[in-house]
């Protein structure tokens, strides 16, 4: 999906001769932490509502602390998942939309940035979760998605992240339906560190079914 996708034309803008009061105005009728100004169409900066608090005079205009706009933008033939980084980078409630002219297109809000992610993880598709743990040199895609195939399943989405401290690796799962027990199992039979699971049923793998029942007999 593509940024100029997601723009929410419901966002106003600024003009660098709006006041400062009116900015605040906007900021709080709007829920936004941020708003764009523009001149001639073309994109600015984004102004915050910290440095619109900070204004010495609301009759001000924002033109007279024009050094604090943030020029934080992605362009309009972009992954959405940049405007997610920028959104992060800067702390922004809203991420700017630009064409190759710099002219403001319009605004991706977090809240739809947000749904985009949902969706682009597929948490509206039914299914389980498992979590993996393991070092770098232990992943394999093709290893990971042969054992969840192997059980008649598909992995829907998978998604990685490294631990700063231990550089392990974290691997979250999105399989394609609830009844994962099996799935799990199998895993743990390939040695490899299970964290964390949801689905349907309780777990309970096939090793320690055995084993108790390896118990009971011996207690006969």
């Given at each position: 999906?593509?940024?100029?996708?997601?723009?929410?034309?419901?966002?106003?803008?600024?003009?660098?001769?709006?006041?400062?009061?009116?900015a605040?105005?906007?900021?709080?009728?709007?829920?936004?932490?941020?708003?764009?100004?523009?001149?001639?169409?073309?994109f600015?900066?984004?102004?915050?509502?910290?440095?619109?608090?900070?204004?010495?005079?609301?009759?001000?205009?924002?033109?007279?602390?024009?050094e604090?706009?943030?020029?934080?933008?992605?362009?309009?033939?972009?992954?959405?998942?940049?405007?997610?980084?920028?959104?992060?980078?800067?702390?922004?409630?809203?991420?700017?939309?630009?064409?190759?002219?710099?002219?403001?297109?319009?605004?991706?809000?977090?809240?739809?940035?947000?749904?985009?992610?949902?969706?682009?993880?597929?948490?509206?598709?039914?299914?389980?979760?498992?979590?993996l743990?393991?070092?770098?040199?232990?992943f394999?895609?093709?290893?990971?998605?042969?054992?969840?195939?192997?059980?008649?399943?598909?992995?829907?989405?998978?998604n990685?992240?490294?631990?700063?401290?231990?550089?392990?690796?974290?691997?979250?799962?999105?399989?394609?339906?609830?009844?994962?027990?099996?799935i799990?199992?199998?895993?743990?039979?390939?040695?490899?560190?299970?964290?964390?699971?949801?689905?349907?049923?309780?777990?309970?793998?096939?090793?320690?079914?055995?084993?108790?029942?390896?118990?009971?007999?011996?207690?006969?």
């Amino acid at each position: 999906m593509l940024t100029v996708e997601l723009i929410n034309n419901n966002i106003p803008r600024l003009k660098l001769q709006d006041s400062v009061g009116k900015a605040l105005q906007l900021v709080n009728d709007f829920r936004v932490t941020h708003l764009p100004v523009v001149a001639d169409d073309k994109f600015l900066g984004l102004i915050s509502e910290e440095d619109l608090l900070d204004a010495e005079e609301e009759k001000m205009p924002i033109q007279l602390i024009q050094e604090n706009f943030i020029y934080a933008a992605v362009k309009d033939n972009e992954h959405f998942l940049n405007a997610v980084n920028c959104s992060n980078q800067f702390d922004t409630s809203v991420v700017p939309v630009v064409n190759e002219e710099n002219e403001l297109a319009g605004v991706i809000t977090t809240t739809d940035l947000l749904k985009a992610l949902g969706n682009f993880a597929g948490t509206n598709e039914i299914g389980g979760i498992i979590v993996l743990e393991m070092e770098r040199s232990q992943f394999a895609i093709s290893e990971i998605s042969r054992i969840v195939e192997s059980n008649d399943a598909t992995v829907l989405h998978l998604n990685t992240t490294v631990h700063p401290e231990t550089g392990m690796l974290t691997v979250t799962l999105h399989i394609n339906k609830k009844e994962i027990a099996a799935i799990v199992a199998t895993f743990e039979r390939y040695d490899y560190d299970v964290i964390y699971y949801f689905g349907n049923e309780n777990f309970e793998n096939e090793i320690h079914t055995n084993y108790r029942h390896l118990m009971n007999y011996l207690d006969i």
